[in-house]
């Protein structure tokens, strides 16, 4: 069993940054795989990236690749995602998720999930 709490969401200018963080509890949070997903009002969620149960790979969706960094400190049990040169189209609902062992891009694919943090970027 894994409970994960997500924070660090608000409102940010186009162009500038947030820090998103996922703590997780459980004492086998390094044998899980970890994602991101978000979800914008009238729209599905998407997938935004994926990190290893090691944190030695990463994956990312074409639309935050180059400007979001996912990362995880198992010793904290944590997540994290950086995200760079937000722009309006990023305003969403951010999940932090987990699925034990393997990666996944999908979200029915994940079995634990935090409450969601709300990101809003303005123009």
């Known amino acids: 069993q894994v409970q994960l709490v997500e924070s660090g969401g608000g409102l940010v200018q186009a162009g500038g940054s947030l820090r998103l963080s996922c703590a997780a509890s459980?004492?086998?949070?390094?044998?899980?795989?970890m994602g991101w997903f978000r979800q914008a009002p009238g729209k599905e969620r998407e997938f935004v990236t994926a990190?290893?149960?090691?944190?030695?790979?990463?994956y990312y969706a074409d639309s935050v690749k180059g400007r979001f960094t996912i990362s995880r400190d198992n010793a904290k049990n944590a997540v994290y995602l950086q995200m760079n040169s937000l722009n309006p189209e990023d305003t969403a609902v951010y999940y932090c998720?987990?699925?034990?062992?393997?990666?996944?891009?999908?979200?029915?694919?994940?079995?634990?999930w935090g409450q969601g943090t709300q990101v809003t970027v303005s123009s």
């Open positions: 459980g004492r086998t949070f390094s044998s899980y795989a």
């Open positions: 998720a987990a699925r034990h062992r393997t990666m996944a891009t999908t979200h029915d694919q994940y079995g634990y």
């Open positions: 990190i290893s149960w090691s944190g030695g790979i990463t």
